[in-house]
């Protein structure tokens, strides 16, 4: 028999706990024993809970008690590394559900845990089996780029603004009245939880040490109906998605609202669901699709891995028996970043505004693709939209300052990035 | 230093053999250890191949070699299960993407392997790694059902004559042309190669010990325009799918052509590429795609199970690591079945007609859902075109052959089952 302890019986731990139970007969014949979970712990006794298992309110009788597995779902960052920490310490195998935790302290932990069983597949994408399909089914290949769908709340509020019209701060308060937004909406509609996966999965492709700090992480406020609007007649759909790409030499990560190409599989992705789009070079293109998150989703990646550590199955925790030898990949600086973009400009209504603005953009070197421009509510001024060529995020940025220089041209240029 | 060796360096041989050199950086970081090909065997050592390894016309060489690895890449069934067996018997590990041979015998060759690795990862779905998602990934589930696009080469045809409106006869020869169907395509457009595949799937979901013969079996050449047509204008796509289902009492085995609803993922997937979607009942409803065949993505899956192997994990092959203690879930016979349909018939243009058919299907218990009436070339005929609600084979069946008893309707009834 395997004991499993838990920290942090919230919602995901109680359909651990539950799951464990209901599910024992097809669990302990997979795993080859019986797994049952016999203490967790909680912030309040005093609040009713649906589980039937010996509750603490002291995280540490978790990690001293005889469990052989600590299942840690308490979020945040420094308590649980403390906490994990000292369950490696004491012998223990871990699960961990906590991505904020794995974006600062994966390496360290790694460290830690030597040849102890510390698994995590519920960290990234709920129930989706990205971090074992990276780790285990792809590892054959150079991962050329991941493209994920990695925050529902994200996903479910641009599906709404680009399927039907929902405005972004009408949608935003239906989110957080369904529960899927939090009253900060911030880390989920900043793009700071997606980034927490990208930088997980970044390890394990690429093995790239990199902090939330050191990437490129925006979110989706700046949509604007306008937007939504050329996403349209343009056959793109707009989504927050976490980027990996493999160059020659470097690795970018970054998270935005990127237009994708109605083709891509990704852009079909709709509502809460989170999908990865992986590209190796000997598989070619895959997808990965399913809920990324919700109390028994992510339970069914969390007890996934305790089988895992049941049947005796080790890793390695981030993907590789050894280091790169002096060949892992470095993160490119933003600058870096290429990409095709959609830039929004309002200009004034005179001859020879089109010709001054293809001129500054072609001595950034930046290549128009396709260009649209429509009239405006304010008189004399008229919006263009257009999309570049591939260029480099620096070209672009030093692109926009010259065309603010213009005397036609508005402050407010806004651009979106292109995923084809 | 692990060495392996292939038996039977075709297309797919070549690409382990060099894939295996090409990405040596990232393949030894991630298993810890140098894996290196040093031998295979061909049919005809006068054919040249793009491989530098040592060949033979000899398998026994490969067996009786000094490898720790063995990759079968022979296909058929009998030859490699002794083959298989030998290797296993001699102490080597075994990977294999041969379904045919797991359609037959992987029950048999789970007891030689014993505590071996006996890996499969590329037989079903290709570079797709849904072996290990459903093997692991989604092992905290009772898997409700299993719905994969399991062979491309249907799936490309079906692709064209749904958006193309080409006619089965002349995408049929295409595909032929373009390498996708072979000469005799009984194998792929019959649905033998997706039931093998499936079968596999089935295993590891619900333990069930099935053989080709035992489980319902229809290709795709019973597709009409007619049919096409329905699908459009209905919002069905046409799709030939390997389908798992648990019943209460217990499980739905079969492959056939299906009226899928366009707003199933799976619907979505176009082409040669493959798609298998996954409802467990933790995690609810998952959705794995990628390339089905191929020689660098075959390889890709080849690979990453040697990897696993090199890395000490050793599975359970079929996903138990012990029985399901009686509780195994038996196969239910066709008749069990339970499916919406979709029904063509003729029909003389006369009063009365109409209700006949729908008196007839009643006294059956076939509740109607849609019905669409069409014109016929034929004067005085008039083509009826229906979906039912949710009924039985048997009952379907039963009602098919109460209408060609009805002198207003012709003989020729075909059906298409219908999944949501």
Redesign the interface.
Known sequence: MIKVGILGVGTVGT?VAN?LKK?R?????????EIVPVIGSVRSLDKKRDVDIELTDNSMDIIDSDVDIIVELIGGVEEPYILVSKALESGKSVVTANKALLAYHRYELQEKAGDLPLFY?ASVAG???II??LR???????IESIVGILNGTCNYMLTKMIKEGVSYGDVLKEAQELGYAEADPTFDVGGFDAAHKLLILASIAY?IDAKPEDILIEGIDNISQTDVDFAKEFGYEIKLLGVAKRRENGVELRVHATMVKDTH?IA?VDGVMNAVSVV????????????GA?G??T??????D???IA??????ML???????G?ALKLLETDEIESKYYLKLKVTDEPGVLASVTSALSKERISISSILQKESKVENRVRLLLTTHRCKERDIKAAINSLKALDCVGDNISFIRIEE
């Open positions: 359909s799951i599910n007969d097809i669990i302990s014949a997979r795993a080859g024993v597949e129930g989706i089996p074992g399909a285990n089914g792809l590892s054959a290949n150079h093995g599989p079909k190796g070079d000997s598989v070619g293109q895959t997808m990965f699709y399913g809920p919700g028994d989703a339970a069914s990646a969390v007890i996934a305790i089988i895992e049947r005796g199955n080790k890793g390695p993907g590789y028996k050894r280091g790169l030898e060949e």
